[in-house]
T-cell receptor, first 113, second 113 residues
Framework: AQKVTQAQTEISVVEKEDVTLDCVYE???????LFWYKQPPSGELVFLIR??????QNEISGRYSWNFQKSTSSFNFTITASQVVDSAVYFC??????????FGAGTQVVVTP | KAGVTQTPRYLIKTRGQQVTLSCSPI?????VSWYQQTPGQGLQFLFE???????NKGNFPGRFSGRQFSNSRSEMNVSTLELGDSALYLC????????????FGPGTRLTVT
């Protein structure tokens, strides 16, 4: 069975601090995909990043970076130099080639000026 | 490109009634998926349609159904509404399916009284 665990319920930081969001997943499939989505107060989910199970290369995209480690089944996400506009709920998502789709519980990020 | 649109944005229904929600995907996207978001259960996958066929389905009772039209627009129907169906219903579209980034609409807020 699939499972996505986001142990952090809420993270509060002051602007310009870095924020790292943890995500641990479980799946028996060898082919799967991991995503991070952001849900600002307006409610509309916004796609941030996607990774497939065969690509463990970690990258940086602007202020976002991610650390995908299959050995520990983790897919952590970091926001560098946080801004107030980063305040939102962040969801880690797992899907596989069979169409099973699982959201984590979400982590509320609060950035204060 | 216009984003994903959902109508209506807000809806109030009485227990036992049925409701139909509508979703218009991004032009050219053939995959439309539906999600339910509640404070207690979080975000849950309902189903995905691709080229008018239901391709994937989550763990929801048969009261929840959907369809997709030839222009990729999709409708979701919930029959015999229960109080627990009160939720934000999100629709998303994708060019290729659940393994790729989803573009979400603003959602329909359904309240069942």
């Amino acid at each position: 069975a699939q499972k996505v665990t986001q142990a952090q319920t809420e993270i509060s930081v002051v602007e310009k601090e870095d924020v790292t969001l943890d995500c641990v997943y479980e799946t028996r499939d060898t082919t799967y995909y991991l995503f991070w989505y952001k849900q600002p107060p307006s409610g509309e989910l916004v796609f941030l990043i996607r990774r497939n199970s065969f690509d463990e290369q970690n990258e940086i995209s602007g202020r976002y970076s991610w650390n995908f480690q299959k050995s520990t089944s983790s897919f952590n996400f970091t926001i560098t130099a946080s801004q107030v506009v980063d305040s939102a709920v962040y969801f880690c998502v797992l899907t596989d080639s069979w169409g099973k789709f699982q959201f984590g519980a979400g982590t509320q990020v609060v950035v204060t000026p | 490109k216009a984003g994903v649109t959902q109508t209506p944005r807000y809806l109030i229904k009485t227990r036992g009634q049925q409701v139909t929600l509508s979703c218009s995907p991004i032009s050219g996207h053939r995959s439309v998926s539906w999600y339910q978001q509640t404070p207690g259960q979080g975000l849950q996958f309902l189903f995905e349609y691709f080229s008018e066929t239901q391709r994937n389905k989550g763990n929801f009772p048969g009261r929840f159904s959907g369809r997709q039209f030839s222009n990729s627009r999709s409708e979701m129907n919930v029959s015999t509404l229960e109080l627990g169906d009160s939720a934000l219903y999100l629709c998303a579209s994708s060019s290729s399916g659940l393994s790729y980034e989803q573009y979400f609409g603003p959602g329909t807020r359904l309240t069942v009284t």
